[in-house]
């Protein structure tokens, strides 16, 4: 296809034959080539080749992921892509997930809304993740988008069943209702009810995570008027018979979502439930099994004939009844389960699952409280490497690891695109050899050359992330915690990993070095995450300047007026790694230092560091006299020294007059006392020798 | 950079770092500062310092200027403090508190060591969302199985299987595995003590009345309270048997207070508990002085006079 160029432009493209008139091609024939594109990626490139196709490619976009609702505006997408039907938001940073992030953050839907109302009044489709949804911006959208089909709400909080209500009792051309894991105010089921009798275009309801019960007449009669019923997951209330009666109702599921599976079985309830699951001709995909029994499990062998997706994340099975389960799953794909199947349930799945590409485990009691379940272990990782070689992502929750094991499962499994493995413990070592993990990881990212995602545990020094910098080329997330020796570990990646999308920190000693040490490396990052590390206010503030167009948010939780959280950050949090910053300070003359530091390492760092330091003036600090005696010579080449509330005393300020007898050395006392602390320390060069004219209070020695 | 420890790697100087958003009080315990020798003269960083100008402050965070900071060998100066007494006692419990501080952070590290496959309780972590989390703990309270059961209900607490708003404390166990009856999801909130950086969490739907939850609170921070309100009391020991829920009682140097939905810190015991289990996002333990400024809130909301929590 010759491109066509309404603008003769100079640069000449390699191998097109470009013409300076208007190409045989209109504009809607590129458009309409262009509309077949769904990849977004390949649509950001196709609307960077040249004017005319961004044009194209901008009017036939017809659905935009937005992976952070603040990275842009809602004006400039409705200015950009007018025909959009179709929106994914993601708002708050994945650490909200975990609590990390305080309530009433932001990443709300609502100014979207009031746009995409006048814009694209003819949405039919948004999916939200973690953002923040009022009752009052369901029920405008249940009112405002006439077309509206399929709203998904995954990780969202702010909303009731109120404003479920609104979307079921308005929205009449409504396909599909998924309601996954919100922080949702559950009041009452009513909203099911809301349906109008003659609705019947559903096709996905999933209300699995909502705890109050619905009605479950008006869900059958619902079932039954929607012959185009793919996906019913339903929550934890319903029971065996309820259920049996959907199936009957809807035998061509493609996903089922049971409900409790906790009651006694009649023989004649399990032949029934059991024939009925073997109508289910077309089910792939099941989920739910909220505390399911032994006995209700072989009822589900018909239906596991097609599965390619089991969840039983929220079963806790033992190893005998998943490995009975998964004889009858030989297509499965994709396997979620609790660590009560310990190792011998994951020995089961490499046997009996081999195109399984993506296995997730997570801890199956409460982990604050585990006492008698032992979970898996590397054991079991193992098995299910050897089984299974098709895996390519993991998500694993575990008590121990070792670097040969996990050595020896990316050499069974090459093609890793997603490794998440949590040791629980933070900062655990190999449990057999007592060593740092860094091998582990080491050997994930150097064999696993297709790794887009990785989320590292276990004890780990800078080494794990060296080897990440150098050789995770394709890496896009990383989630760190607990992890890392120092700066070097944070820099290593910022500066090697060329692709990396998404950084989420916590409780690493990073600090403002590792922050600024590639800062704009940020521009090609969705976002940076760092919580519990060591980056102060300056270093943010410091960033926030170089970089304009980064949004720098600090997330203060001191949480009351009056608190001054901007110096109370800055200056609380100064450990000598911010003075190591000033090492690369070559330039600095005058440094004012006020309530920082941690140790005389500090006072240090400058004093050796910043060759052209003229003038140094530090205030309540824990600078003592090791710190001031650590470079005496420095204060030749500079103009003067003062040291007030710090921890220096008389006898380490008459050693530095000593030792240096062309400084004037002079204290200020205060007090009247001759105490031991000087409080005030003033140092500076002088071809005058001591002065004449010193106060009473000024001491020169 | 939330209140959790930052628990410093291989940092040069050695030193650790304790820290706490959520604490008005901040102290920046290292190594060097330790020494409780110089410490009548020995500045530690941060707000109220370890030494010479601790004070309770009456409103929080206020950077401590040159004012604040006697020249050498002058004597506590402080102000702005309800009463003469509180103050010298709480600059030696403040000082201590920096030790304990450390000392708790150190003895939180080797609990959490030492326990092996028991995680200690920092808040987000291990990283599962809160729902799967509810649910996980939800469904180890109710009999799945009746092997699993037999493995987990002897442990548990001992209320399950109750219905919804049951504000009765003598529950007990009474479900049986057929049940359909459902308890209440989980409901972990964080729980913070003064001076702790480490934030823990306590799942308020295992209690039914204020009494438990005082009495399981004062146990995860044993340690902390004991030892706080063992200086302050010149040293005695506290026996754990024998203290009450002091904490309700106002007889404690701690309260628990709670923010609610609106953002608004109370006291804890002023409303019904099913009330409080609705409106609570977390809770907080904070020294009595701290938490006088509570009352006047609490009596606009519900209007009533109130002298001491229940």
Known sequence: MNHKRKNPDPSPDSDESTTQLSSPFPDEVLERVLSLLNSRKDRNSVSLVCKDWYDAERWSRTHVFIGNCYSVSPEILTRRFPNIRSVTLKGKPRFSDFDLVPPKWGAYVHSWLLLFATKYHFLEELRLKRMTVSDESLKFLALSFPNFKALSLLSCDGFSTDGLASITTHCKNLTELDIQENDIDDKSGKWLSCFPENFMSLEVLNFANLNSDVNFEALERLVSRCKSLKVLKVNENMTLEQLHRLLVLAPHLRELGTGSLLQELMPRQHSELKSAFNNCKNLNILSGFYEVTSIFLPVLYPACTNLTFLNLSYAALRSDELSNLLIHCPLLQRLWVQDSVEDEGLEAVGSNCPLLEELRVFPASDPFEDEILHGVTETGFLAVSYGCKKLHYVLYFCRQMTNAAVATIVQNCPDFTHFRLCIMNPRQPDYQTNEPMDEAFGAVVKTCTKLRRLAVSGLLTDLTFEYIGKYAKNLETLSVAFAGSSDWGMECVLKGCPKLRKLEIRDCPFGNAALLSSFRKYESMRSLWMSGCKVTMDGCRLLAQEMPRLNVEVIRECGNDGCQADKLYGQERMPHLLFSLFELCTNLETLSVAFAGSSDWGMECVLKGCPKLRKLEIRDCPFGNAALLSSFRKYESMRSLWMSGCKVTMDGCRLLAQEMPRLNVEVIRECGNDGCQADKLYVYRSVAGPRKDAPPFVLTL | ?310
């Open chain 2, 1 to 310: 950079m939330q209140g959790v420890v930052v628990l410093g790697g291989a940092t040069r100087s050695g030193s650790i770092s304790t820290l706490s958003m959520e604490d008005n009080n901040l102290v920046l315990s290292s190594e060097d500062s330790s020494s409780p020798d110089e410490s009548e003269l020995e500045l530690a960083l941060g707000l109220s310092l370890g030494g010479t100008a601790c004070k309770p402050q009456q409103h929080y965070a206020r950077i401590l200027t040159a004012k604040d900071f006697p020249s050498v060998g002058s004597s506590v100066s402080v102000s702005a403090s309800s009463s003469s007494s509180s103050s010298s006692s709480s600059c030696s419990s403040s000082l201590s508190r920096a030790n304990v501080t450390a000392g708790t952070k150190r003895s939180a590290d080797s609990v959490a060591a030492a326990n092996g496959a028991r995680f200690s309780q920092v808040v987000g972590w291990p990283p599962i969302r809160s729902y799967r989390m509810n649910s996980l703990v939800n469904q180890a309270k109710l009999p799945a199985t009746e092997e699993f059961s037999s493995l987990i209900g002897n442990s548990k607490n001992s209320n399950s299987v109750v219905g919804k708003g049951t504000n009765n404390c003598s529950d007990k166990n009474n479900g049986s595995a057929k049940e359909n009856g459902r308890s209440r999801s989980s409901l972990f909130v964080k729980v913070n003590l003064d001076g702790t950086p480490i934030g823990r969490k306590v799942d308020l739907s295992a209690h039914r009345c204020y009494e438990t939850l005082a009495q399981t609170l004062e146990d995860m921070f044993h340690t902390s309270t004991s030892t706080i309100t063992s200086i302050r009391s010149s040293g005695e020991e506290h026996d754990k048997a024998t203290r009450s829920s002091k904490m309700l009682d106002g007889s404690s140097d701690f309260v628990l207070t709670y923010e609610d939905k609106e953002g608004d810190w109370m006291l804890v015991g002023d409303v019904p508990w099913g009330m409080f289990i609705n409106s609570v996002r977390r809770l907080k333990i904070m020294r009595t002085s701290e938490a006088k400024g509570l009352a006047p809130r609490s009596e606009e909301r519900n209007g009533r006079q109130r002298t001491n929590p229940i």
